[in-house]
């Protein structure tokens, strides 16, 4: 049983940063996708970024555009943990962001973490 646990939301003015992070905790496959989707009021779940661990040094990302050049996904599989480093925050950005976990035939969801862009 895999289990996901985000910390570092909160309120943040525009132009702005904030730095999230996710636990997992359990039975890891160290070749699990992780990565961070976001969901606004009103909108459907939407991907921000995930990263694969091919080997210690190789790492494979993806981003969604309305994020890239912004936002930094990374991942320390010594501690279990994957990070979203969010700079020049944006109004838009605001929404819960959720931690996922997936492998095959696993797919795990965090609990989700506040981001708030407001000046």
């Known amino acids: 049983q895999v289990q996901l646990v985000e910390s570092g939301g909160g309120l943040v003015q525009p132009g702005g940063s904030l730095r999230l992070s996710c636990v997992a905790s359990?039975?890891?496959?160290?070749?699990?996708?992780m990565g961070w989707y976001r969901q606004a009021p009103g909108k459907e779940r939407e991907l921000v970024a995930t990263?694969?661990?091919?080997?210690?040094?190789?790492?494979?990302?993806n981003y969604a555009d309305a994020v890239k050049g912004r936002f930094t996904i990374s991942r320390d599989n010594a501690k279990n943990t994957v990070y979203l480093q969010m700079n020049s925050l944006k109004p838009e950005d605001t929404a819960v962001y959720y931690c996922?976990?997936?492998?095959?035939?696993?797919?795990?969801w965090g609990q989700g973490t506040q981001v708030t862009v407001s000046s």
């Open positions: 996922n976990y997936r492998t095959t035939p696993t797919n795990v």
């Open positions: 359990g039975s890891l496959f160290r070749g699990a996708v």
């Open positions: 990263i694969t661990s091919v080997s210690d040094s190789v790492k494979i990302v």
